[in-house]
T-cell receptor, first 112, second 118 residues
């Protein structure tokens, strides 16, 4: 089955700096790569996603890059703000498939 | 759009009792819903896939007789934790897949249910 590894497990940055979180996966059939943000005790919120026919996608301060050959994808947050502090999860699934697997999560802390 | 609700948001029960958790898609029909369990400071672990009108598909290691899933309609799936024990205490989160088109693989999560078994 799919194995998703996420690094780092914790990340602390100064407000205004950039943050990068990386995930690797094993299943070449994975076709969909979402990123979720989860605040303490709350539901995971989809913040950005990318599909395998695209190498990069950007939405304001958030961007995701995908390297299908190397089987890794990354989340980039620029100009970080304290409200970006949360746990971020990457996930993968084959297209239109039920089998979504999550990384272990990265606890991001943005210091004011 | 794509709002998923979950009820109750938290529940405390005695060991040996059963607890039912409801997951509803409020503004769309979901033929497929998913149930996850999340322990403190850990990731989401898929427990089972709930299919409307058919039996749920359980992940390896998840006891189907203990975690009963019923997907009776296109907007409602329920998870019943039978004969709950303290080790079942966790945060249970459901999700539903948005319907149709290019976004059919996007999952939207409910707010979660925190179960505490005494």
């Amino acid at each position: 089955g799919e194995n998703v590894e996420q690094h780092p497990s914790t990340l602390s940055v100064q407000e205004g700096d950039s943050a990068v979180i990386k995930c690797t996966y094993s299943d070449s059939a994975s076709n969909y790569f979402p990123w979720y943000k989860q605040e303490l005790g709350k539901r995971p919120q989809l913040i950005i996603d990318i599909r395998s026919n695209v190498g990069e996608k950007k939405d304001q301060r958030i961007a995701v890059t995908l390297n299908k050959t190397a089987k890794h994808f990354s989340l980039h947050i620029t100009e970080t703000q304290p409200e970006d502090s949360a746990v971020y999860f990457c996930a993968t699934s084959p297209y239109n498939n039920n089998d979504m697997r999550f990384g272990a999560g990265t606890r991001l802390t943005v210091k004011p | 759009g794509a709002v998923v609700s979950q009820h109750p948001s938290w529940v405390i029960c005695k060991s040996g009792t059963s607890v039912k958790i409801e997951c509803r898609s409020l503004d769309f029909q979901a033929t497929t819903m998913f149930w996850y369990r999340q322990f403190p400071k850990q990731s989401l672990m898929l427990m089972a896939t709930s299919n409307e009108g058919s039996k749920a598909t359980y992940e390896q290691g998840v006891e189907k007789d203990k975690f009963l899933i019923n997907h009776a309609s296109l907007t409602l799936s329920t998870l019943t934790v039978t004969s709950a024990h303290p080790e079942d205490s966790s945060f249970y989160i459901c999700s539903a897949r948005a319907p149709g088109g290019a976004g059919t693989d996007t999952q939207y999560f409910g707010p979660g249910t925190r179960l505490t078994v005494l």
